[in-house]
Structures are given as structure tokens and as C-alpha cells.
């Protein structure tokens, strides 16, 4: 599975979809939830994300995003999706030790 984010044309707004592994309901519980809206917030001040409008459901999310910047795209989603990976598994880890 390739791990790049490609989009067409970058200054067009996309729709993309990001699903948790297995479908579980992962974002019932309010600090996962928290994690995800302030990576997307950080995202956009300062990587140049631009949000429309995003849907936020207990195993997945949409969003329909642009860009403003130099900064591709998918790199800003690998961005996003790396950090907010990262923040997760801290949490977890944390919760099992």
C-alpha cells in the first residue's frame, strides 16, 4: 500500500475520508476527539490547511480541505495523519504501563 497522499490539482478543494483500522469506534471517547480537532487545528496555522467543513463520526471523518501556501497537500495530510498517530500511540502506551 503506498504511503503518499496524491492529489490532482492542488488548488482545487478535495473531499477525503480517513477511517480508523477495523471500523472501531474510536472517537466516543472526548480526549481522542480533542487530539484529532487540535492536530487539524495546527494543521491549519501552520502548514496553510484549509478546512470547509468536516464530519466527525465514531469510527471515521470527512473533510473537504484546500490548501493556502507552499506546502503540498498531501504532505500536509501525512502531516496530520503522522502526528496525530503519534499522539495516540503516547496515549495508549500510557494507559497500559
Known amino acids: 500500500m503506498s504511503r503518499k497522499y496524491r492529489f ?7 473531499y477525503v475520508t ?7 469506534d474510536f472517537f466516543i ?6 487530539i484529532l480537532i487540535g492536530s487539524i ?4 496555522e501552520h502548514k496553510g490547511l484549509e478546512v470547509y467543513g468536516y464530519c466527525l ?8 480541505i484546500g490548501r ?8 500536509i495530510v501525512r502531516d496530520l495523519k503522522s502526528f496525530t498517530s503519534y499522539s495516540y500511540h503516547n496515549i495508549l502506551e500510557k494507559k497500559m504501563t
Open 41 to 44: 487545528k495546527h494543521c491549519q
Open 18 to 24: 480517513f477511517t480508523v483500522i477495523n471500523w472501531i
Open 57 to 64: 463520526m465514531p469510527s471515521h471523518f470527512h473533510m473537504i
Open 68 to 75: 493556502n501556501g507552499n506546502m503540498k497537500l498531501g504532505e
Open 29 to 34: 471517547r472526548n480526549e481522542y476527539r480533542d
Open 8 to 14: 490532482g490539482n492542488q488548488d482545487h478543494l478535495h
